[in-house]
Nanobody
Framework: QVQLVESGGGLVQAGGSLRLSCAAS????????MGWFRQAPGKEREFVAV????????YYADSVKGRFTISRDKAKNTVHLQMNSLKPEDTAVYYC????????????????????WGQGTQVTVSS
């Protein structure tokens, strides 16, 4: 089992920045792909970004490319999501997820590879 705890959410004005963190504990000796998803009110949860572990490959949703950056500290079992140039449409609950590193890149845009989920952290961007 892996436990994931997100932090760093909050209220920010449009154009501002936030940095989310996700700390993993438990069976962290295995290699995991670590990703971020988000869910806005009335919408389905959607993929944001992932670090697959394998070769350091990262993938981003088109809506956040160039604005968000995912990074991980393997020694601390932590993954971060740096969010810049935030827009009101980025408002959502952001979830950290961990899963198998052995899927193809495209699979990480779905929830299929992810076995563990955090409780979520709210990000609100005001206009």
């Amino acid at each position: 089992q892996v436990q994931l705890v997100e932090s760093g959410g909050g209220l920010v004005q449009a154009g501002g920045s936030l940095r989310l963190s996700c700390a993993a504990s438990g069976r962290t000796g295995s290699n995991y792909a670590m990703g971020w998803f988000r869910q806005a009110p009335g919408k389905e949860r959607e993929f944001v970004a992932v670090d697959t572990w394998s070769g350091g490959s990262t993938y981003y949703a088109d809506s956040v490319k160039g604005r968000f950056t995912i990074s991980r500290d393997k020694a601390k079992n932590t993954v971060h999501l740096q969010m810049n140039s935030l827009k009101p449409e980025d408002t959502a609950v952001y979830y950290c997820a961990a899963g198998s590193p052995y899927y193809s890149g495209a699979s990480y845009y779905t929830e299929r590879p992810y076995d563990y989920w955090g409780q979520g952290t709210q990000v609100t961007v005001s206009s």
